[in-house]
């Protein structure tokens, strides 16, 4: 979408739709780091569209002081909640490709390999530490560093022989991409 696309379509929502969807795009922002963080990646698509038509039924709700409102004016009522859901997912989008932190891509390419040695929820942080730490290292430095960061954060049941093999490998992994990046 082109930005005069974006903006023609915020221009066709009134006001009470866009401050609800803009709470729901932060209620979405809330769950995806707290609750639903294992959650798959298509729940995302359709959670803040979900949450729209929710929040919508309930503030129609309480803003008539009236719950039939819902039933009694169905038409008025769905035509809201599916602006409010639209306009959620718009935010939510514009809100992912824009505004959301990203990593800053160090640990982009070493996580994969630490796979397997390193939980999940301390892959990133390992492979931050390992990016940074490793910086000016060379040869048996270097792996001496790799190892000894590799067993800081590695699962418990993970033998001496799988993390020396994945420290070798890890070394190599940087060495090899310095090099490149000297190129």
Do not use: H
Request: charged fraction near 20%.
């Amino acid at each position: 979408m082109t930005i005069l696309q974006y903006l023609s379509a915020f221009r066709l929502y009134g006001a009470d739709v866009l401050l609800l969807a803009l709470g729901v795009t932060l209620v979405t922002a809330l769950l995806k780091k707290t609750l639903l963080k294992n959650a798959t990646k298509k729940l995302y698509l359709f959670l803040p569209f979900l949450i729209g038509l929710l929040f919508w039924c309930v503030y129609r709700a309480f803003a008539d002081r009236n719950f039939l409102f819902l039933t009694e004016n169905f038409p008025q009522t769905l035509e809201g909640a599916f602006a409010c859901g639209c306009a959620a997912t718009l935010y939510y989008v514009v809100y992912e490709q824009f505004f959301r932190a990203k990593t800053d891509g160090a640990a982009e390419p070493l996580a994969p390999l630490l796979e397997g040695f390193v939980p999940e929820e301390k892959r990133e942080e390992a492979a931050r530490a390992l990016d940074e730490g490793a910086t000016g290292l060379e040869g048996d430095a270097l792996r001496a560093f790799v190892s000894q960061t590799l067993a800081a954060y590695a699962e418990e049941n993970a033998t001496e022989a799988e993390l020396t093999a994945a420290a070798a490998l890890i070394a190599e992994f940087i060495e090899r991409s310095r090099s490149d990046e000297v190129r």
